[in-house]
């Protein structure tokens, strides 16, 4: 019995240790392309560090905004935003224009890309996450 527990342990640590390698490998695949999709459509405003541009375009980096909600941060890209936010402490109110044209391979590659530099770490988002929210906006 005692070998039984060793052996499905031992099988429950290389799955588990398979599974973070095969995540992690897609995160990165991910945060690559969205390095590109970022640099053509989001740094004219957020910046090429994501520094953002005080009291006008928020930063992305180091983020609480970005990071407290994975579900708006997807939203906002398929939506737009016009409304007040604070990030970091710091109010903005110029609204964001929608990204729907952009698919949802690439909305979920460029919010990996985000959330995984300049200080911020996340979880993977996948491009599911975004169709289900693209199609469930359609919806209501």
Known sequence: MVKLLSLFSMMT?????????????ALQESVKRGETVYANQCASCHMSAGE??????P???????????????ILVL???LNEKITVNGKEYSIPMA??????????????????????NE???????????????????
């Not at 949802?104 to 919010?111: M, N, W």
């Not at 993977?124 to 919806?139: C, D, F, H």
């Open 98 to 119: 929608a990204q729907d044209y952009l698919s949802d391979q690439q909305i979920s590659d460029v919010l990996n890309f985000v959330r995984n530099s300049w200080g």
């Open 52 to 57: 953002g541009i005080g009291g006008v375009f």
């Open 122 to 140: 996340g979880k993977i988002i996948l491009s599911e996450e975004v169709t289900n929210l693209r199609n469930k906006e359609i919806i209501k």
């Open 78 to 80: 398929l939506k737009g």
């Open 59 to 73: 930063p992305l980096a180091k983020s609480d905004f970005l990071m407290e909600d994975r579900e708006r941060s």
């Open 13 to 25: 640590v290389l799955i588990y240790s398979a599974y973070l390698v095969l995540n992690n490998d």
